[in-house]
Nanobody, 125 residues
Framework: QLHLVESGGGLVQPGGSLRLSCAAS????????IGWFRQAPGTEREGVSC????????KYSHFVKGRFTIDRDSAENKVYLQMNNLEPEDTAVYYC??????????????????WGQGTQVTVSS
């Protein structure tokens, strides 16, 4: 059974950084696409950044491009999301998910069936 646990969220000031971790168990991260998604109150869940099964393709939403970086650590069986220059608009619950979507849909939340419980990120002064 696929199991994902997010960690690393918290309260940070605008301009600050956080590194989110997605720890996988029951499967190897190299065998699945992993996506980071977020959901703020009253909004739909949206794709933030995703990495393909091969690891060769990484996608970023337009609102985080240049600020966030996704990386996969096979030895630790984890996927990380480094978030720099955070803005109040980045405040949300962040989720990681695993599945085998097409490259075209790998940042689409509906393409994923396996989700973690989420970690809260709050950007505020």
């Amino acid at each position: 059974q696929l199991h994902l646990v997010e960690s690393g969220g918290g309260l940070v000031q605008p301009g600050g950084s956080l590194r989110l971790s997605c720890a996988a168990s029951g499967f190897f991260v190299n065998d699945y696409a992993i996506g980071w998604f977020r959901q703020a109150p009253g909004t739909e869940r949206e794709g933030v950044s995703c990495i393909s099964v091969s690891g060769n393709t990484k996608k970023y939403s337009h609102f985080v491009k240049g600020r966030f970086t996704i990386d996969r650590d096979s030895a630790e069986n984890k996927v990380y999301l480094q978030m720099n220059n955070l803005e109040p608009e980045d405040t949300a619950v962040y989720y990681c998910a695993a599945d085998v979507p097409t490259v075209q849909s790998m940042c689409d939340p509906s393409a994923y069936d396996n989700w973690g419980q989420g970690t809260q990120v709050t950007v505020s002064s």
